[in-house]
């Protein structure tokens, strides 16, 4: 499992998991409680959430149900079990809470804001999180682990391979039968020039592991390569959003072009939070029709 801590809601420090076998990150639920009651003295927050619990197992709330213990480094370093919550299970947690943050529920409950706009503010959260192990970076199990991340709570198949055929504008993506079989091949490639990145990407596009928001996360895992085998990112306010997309068309058969635009907007800039944040309008802004 992969252990952090990550910088949540207004830069509170929430522990979060990722669950190999469940494929999906699990958060903190002291942590989080703490957010929703503006409360962030341990101690007080740990016995509200003990209080919270024996409530709610008295009225039968699913919600204890849904509670799931896992090790998480403790304030003494030490590894202790403490309960835990998916992205669903943090929204009902809020529901439950008398007079709860307003301003983390608007940032995090979804209620009638658009997909892409909750999405957006996770994505840009992903940047100062360090979520992802460095060995793990450009292997498939990242780019589930970012789909999960940003989509975690407003899709269900968050961060999880499709079973059905899609295609787009006519072409079809991989078929779902062999998917697992391609997306072990291609997180076995080599990404160790920037070619290699590339053509990595463009074998990622065409598998298109998830039913939506392939191309928000791809482009994620494509920085995270770059920015680890070659210490570069993408800036992408520099890639036109038809060329890009023409360019994504034509990868299925010739990748000379996307490649092409993504090399001239190589920068080294790989610390810079706004170029990041900048980056994430740039690859939602491809998505809009």
């Not at 016995?47 to 090790?71: A, G, I």
């Not at 079990?81 to 940032?107: C, H, Q, R, T």
């Amino acid at each position: 499992m992969t252990k952090t801590s990550i910088r949540f809601f207004k830069d509170k420090e929430v522990r979060a998991i990722w669950d190999d076998n469940k494929e999906k990150w699990f958060f903190s639920a002291i942590d989080i409680v703490g957010i929703l009651n503006n409360e962030f003295d341990y101690t007080k927050t740990s016995n509200y959430w003990r209080w919270l619990k024996k409530q709610l197992k008295t009225k039968n709330s699913q919600l204890v149900s849904d509670t799931h213990r896992l090790k998480m480094t403790a304030a003494d370093g030490k590894m202790r079990e403490v309960d835990v919550f998916d992205s669903d299970g943090i929204i009902k947690l809020a529901k439950a809470i008398p007079n709860p943050n307003i301003e983390f529920l608007d940032w995090f409950v979804y209620s009638e804001q658009t997909i892409d706009g909750q999405s957006k503010k996770k994505a840009y959260q992903f940047f100062e999180s360090n979520l992802i192990k460095n060995n793990d970076i450009g292997k498939t199990k990242s780019l589930l682990q970012i789909h999960e991340y940003i989509f975690g709570g407003l899709y269900s198949f968050a961060g999880k391979i499709r079973t059905k055929n899609i295609s787009k504008s006519g072409f079809m993506f991989a078929n779902a039968m062999f998917l697992d079989k391609v997306l072990e091949e291609i997180s076995n490639k080599k990404q160790n020039t920037f070619e290699l990145v590339v053509e990595k990407y463009v074998e990622m596009n065409v598998a298109h592991p998830f039913m939506e928001g392939n191309g928000r996360s791809t482009r994620i895992w494509l920085d995270l390569i770059l920015k680890k085998e070659l210490k570069k990112c993408i800036d992408w306010s520099k890639i036109n959003k038809t060329d890009y997309l023409q360019a994504m068309i034509l990868s299925h058969n010739d990748s000379s072009k996307i490649t092409a635009l993504l090399k001239n907007a190589l920068t080294d800039k790989i610390n810079d939070r706004e170029m990041f944040i900048k980056g994430i309008d740039y690859s939602y802004y491809y998505e809009e029709e």
